[in-house]
């Protein structure tokens, strides 16, 4: 019964959290999720409702990275690069959620090394 309470919880903070996030074409919003086993992160234009890029350690070339404060920090890496790449310098960071310290922070630090601002 605590686990369903638990769930139902984090969804409603999700839902308030994207009542105020939104993307566009020109400033996407990043969405990152963390699970015990792996990481993914996409780039979302909202407007059109379509993923401009997607990272995640379930694809080849990140599958060695671990699901830690390192590992996000180097898929943060990898995903501002490839952001760089499409001509984008503003994004909006969308956390799903997730309290702003840790992986989620380490993640966002790296993606504001790469030069993005949000």
């Known amino acids: 019964?605590?686990?369903?309470?638990?769930?139902?919880?984090?969804?409603?903070?999700?839902?308030?959290?994207?009542?105020?996030?939104?993307?566009s074409a020109d400033r996407p919003r990043v969405a990152v999720c963390f699970t015990n086993k792996n990481i993914h992160a996409q780039c979302i234009d909202d407007i059109k409702g379509h993923t401009i890029i997607g990272v995640g350690t379930t694809h080849t070339d990140y599958n060695k990275l671990l699901p830690n404060v390192s590992g996000a920090e180097a898929l943060g890496t990898a995903l501002g690069e490839k952001i760089k790449e499409k001509g984008l310098t503003s994004i909006v960071f969308d956390r799903s959620g997730r309290k702003y310290h840790g992986c989620v922070k380490a993640f966002a630090e790296a993606l504001r090394n790469q030069g993005l601002q949000f």
């Open 1 to 23: 019964m605590k686990l369903s309470k638990k769930k139902e919880l984090a969804q409603k903070r999700r839902w308030r959290i994207r009542k105020k996030v939104n993307g």
